[in-house]
């Protein structure tokens, strides 16, 4: 006796059980907002930030995080990074040189991320330990020494197995001393109490973690136990978690923004590769590469919101017809939602690849969020064709009969932001969905 197919519900049942939208202003740190209060008025507004759209930018994260560490109130305007698409012609009237980020602070226009928090600095006083502090200035040098160990490993073409062992031992030693810097202080932190100094740190350790996981399969944390007992400490902070971006985002916005990203090609290179693309999440057990945090309850939720929210501009800009992907979104989120298998219309496995490789933390979700949509969309993916067609789909990613769309390297054009800023009705910088 056959069973028919359960169908999806509809878009005003899943509404229904969408989360409401949080308070952008004075919420919880958050990569959707244009202006944070902090409970104090826009008469006590003396800063603008002017960010990336997608807050891929690692040099705007650090001051992003200065300031809501700080909670000064603020606000965002958001500037396309060339990597995705063309800058604003109103910011390079602003700012010629184009440069990220930028700075309003009483009228004056700072750029720089290093002299920015130095002018925050002394508007509004340091963060724990200032920038040029006796303690601070050190670990600054560190950071820039495996910055650049970092870049060596990771930017530079190998020609010899001898090579990359030798890069790989060399960002290795660095690691180690950071690792031992931490261990010299009481506490997880960079010093005896948070500072500014994990704040420098921060951008680009996380995308260290995440990038060499893809692109050499090295486990940053797992080598370095006080790294790792940094990350934790670091995901304690809801100003952290409003920022952090996940492994795929990075694996996948590094390379136009380096200049490309060299795969070692190992066999555990490839395996971790492939568990970012495709998951499953966790990535590893026991100890997950990319986070400390458990999964949470809302972030099914959360993710469906925000779908909701962009599901025209998400519809528009995919290669599967409107009318046969918006079903196949229906059955992807009632997955999410309700964990009910609904199969898709044939020929849409393509377009529920194509969004799950696009989203971007944290510009569109939090890190749960975006694993549960991911999760979501690669098995309504494998939903769609049967037997041992659905295993070989959610083992490969594949559609039945074709491949996703592969993430371009040399841009990330497929991220322009004008159709999702249309989406939300205005002209001014907005975030860009998925």
């Known amino acids: 006796m056959s069973t028919a197919p359960i169908e999806p519900l509809s878009w005003q049942g899943l ?42 930018c690692p040099y705007c994260q650090k001051v992003w995080l200065w300031l809501e560490e700080k909670r000064i109130p603020y606000r965002i305007r958001k500037v396309t990074m060339v990597c995705y698409g063309e800058k604003e012609p109103w910011f390079k009237r602003l700012v010629p040189s184009g440069m990220l980020p930028a700075l309003d602070l009483d009228g004056r226009l700072i750029t720089e991320s290093d002299d920015i928090l130095l002018a925050l600095e002394s508007a509004f006083g340091p963060l724990g330990a200032a920038m040029e502090d006796p303690r601070v200035l050190p670990l600054r040098q560190l950071e820039r020494t495996l910055f650049r160990a970092w870049c060596q490993w990771l930017c530079v073409p190998r020609r010899s ?22 261990q010299a202080t009481p506490g997880p932190f960079f010093l005896a109490e948070f500072s500014t100094a994990d704040l420098v740190f921060t951008p680009y350790i996380e995308r260290m973690n995440a990038s060499l996981y893809y692109y050499k399969g090295y486990g940053l944390k797992e080598r370095h136990p006080s790294i790792a007992a940094w990350f934790t400490a670091m995901e304690g902070r809801s100003t952290y978690l409003g920022t952090q971006g996940d492994f795929h985002t990075h694996a996948h916005d590094l390379p136009p923004q380096m200049g490309g990203c060299f795969a070692s090609g190992s066999p555990r290179q490839l395996a971790c590769r492939q568990r970012v693309d495709q998951g499953p999440w966790p990535l590893e057990e026991p100890l997950d590469p990319e986070t400390s945090q458990p999964a949470v309850a809302g972030a099914a939720a959360e993710a469906l919101r925000r779908v909701l929210r962009h599901r025209d501009a998400i519809q528009a800009v995919n290669p599967v017809p409107p009318e046969r992907f918006g079903l196949a979104l229906r059955c992807a989120l009632t997955r999410l939602i309700e964990g009910w298998p609904c199969q898709p219309p044939p020929g849409s496995a393509l377009g529920l690849l194509y969004l799950r490789d696009r989203i971007s933390v944290p510009r569109d979700m939090s890190l749960q969020a975006a694993r549960a949509l991911r999760q979501a969309l690669t098995q309504t993916a494998a939903d769609q064709a049967t037997g041992s067609q659905a295993m070989e789909v959610q083992a490969m990613g594949r559609q039945a009969g074709g491949e996703p769309i592969p993430l371009p390297n040399h841009h990330r054009r497929d991220q322009d932001p004008r159709p999702f800023q249309r989406a939300v009705g205005s002209s001014s910088p907005q975030t860009n969905p998925p």
């Not at 990569?31 to 891929?56: C, I, K, M, Y």
């Not at 197995?161 to 810097?181: L, N």
């Open 15 to 56: 509404e229904a059980l969408a989360s409401p939208e949080p308070d952008r202003v004075t919420g919880p740190t958050n990569a959707q907002a244009t202006l944070r209060l902090f409970g104090q008025g826009e008469s006590d507004l003396r800063v603008t930030l002017f960010r990336d759209h997608h807050a891929w």
């Open 161 to 182: 197995e001898r090579e990359e062992a030798a890069a790989e031992r060399a960002f290795d030693r660095v690691a180690a001393m950071v690792d031992q810097a931490l």
